[in-house]
């Protein structure tokens, strides 16, 4: 099943939930992202985090939405947004009926301040998205009803570190 994260810069938390979920899918799922507004280039932080829990970085990019609204892109099944101004957008119309949710989190390119302060917004970042993310794989998908598992995609965007999704 085909996923795509988006966001507006697509350098950090879209970024991060697509590796992520093409490490943890284990080839249950291809993940990819792209944002509205992309900056064009990865969050350093990002990259590193990802290489520090040993997580493939290669063919990461910042790239626009609109590379997956051609004719030849693939069919997406889910299409999370990750950053609450890209959830107020007006998206392509992606082609297929993919299921949507909004996974807000706060974005740690934005946090200023010294190193150590960065590093730590974007472990949080990556903390909650990684956890959204297990829910998800978690979900029984083949027993699920769709409007069943919007609602339970609904849920898992409000689900913070600690808390579960029944």
Same mark, same amino acid.
């Given at each position: ?13 879209? $970024? ?62 889910? $299409? ?52 959204? $993310? ?18 339970k995609l609904d849920q898992i965007g409000k689900t913070g570190r600690e808390a579960s999704v029944a």
């Amino acid at each position: 099943m085909n996923v795509l994260f988006l966001c507006t810069g697509n350098s950090a938390r879209s $970024i991060l939930a697509e590796a992520y979920l093409n490490s943890a899918g284990r080839g249950r799922f291809a993940a990819y992202s792209a944002g509205s507004h992309p900056a064009g280039k990865v969050n350093p932080f990002a990259m590193e985090l990802l290489k520090k829990n040993r997580i493939d970085t290669s063919g990461l990019r910042s790239k626009g939405w609109d590379e997956f609204a051609v004719a030849g892109a693939p069919e997406f099944d889910f $299409i999370f947004t990750v950053c609450d101004n890209a959830a107020g957008e007006t998206c392509p119309l992606w082609p297929g009926r993919p299921i949507t949710a909004h996974w807000g989190v706060k974005d740690p390119a934005a946090v200023g301040g010294a190193y150590e302060e960065k590093r730590k917004a974007f472990t949080r970042a990556f903390s909650e998205l990684s956890t959204r $993310i297990n829910l998800f794989l978690n979900l029984p998908h083949e027993k699920l009803d769709r409007q069943s598992l919007k609602r339970k995609l609904d849920q898992i965007g409000k689900t913070g570190r600690e808390a579960s999704v029944a």
